[in-house]
């Protein structure tokens, strides 16, 4: 089992930046993948950015030179840096962890933390 827990969520007006955090319980190290994801109103969940054990990073196209997805090992934490924000970014960000047991991909989502964007 990994948790995950989010945090960093809130109000802010479009053009302004927020950082996203994730704790997980396990090393960063030891996840095959960790990373961001997103469900707008309305919408099924989406990708944002996620980063393999190798430090390979992908982030959905429509977010590349906004979003900045980063890791720091020390704390067992990833960050999704989110910049220049839009109306469009509002939703609930996810956090999810990636291990696999046997060939099978085991996956553990966090809560998710809500950011509103205005303007």
């Known amino acids: 089992q990994v948790q995950v827990v989010e945090s960093g969520g809130g109000l802010v007006q479009a053009g302004g930046s927020l950082r996203l955090s994730c704790a997980t319980s396990r090393s960063t190290r030891a996840l095959d993948v960790i990373g961001w994801y997103r469900q707008r109103p309305g919408e099924q969940r989406e990708l944002v950015a996620i980063i393999t054990s190798d430090g390979t990073t992908t982030y959905a196209n429509s977010l590349k030179g906004r979003f900045t997805i980063s890791t720091d090992n020390t704390k067992n934490s990833v960050y999704l840096q989110m910049d220049n924000l839009r109306s469009e970014d509002t939703a609930v960000y996810y956090c999810?962890?990636?291990?696999?047991?046997?060939?099978?991909?085991?996956?553990?989502w966090g809560r998710g933390t809500q950011v509103t964007v205005r303007g």
């Open positions: 999810n962890a990636q291990t696999h047991n046997m060939g099978r991909r085991l996956d553990y």
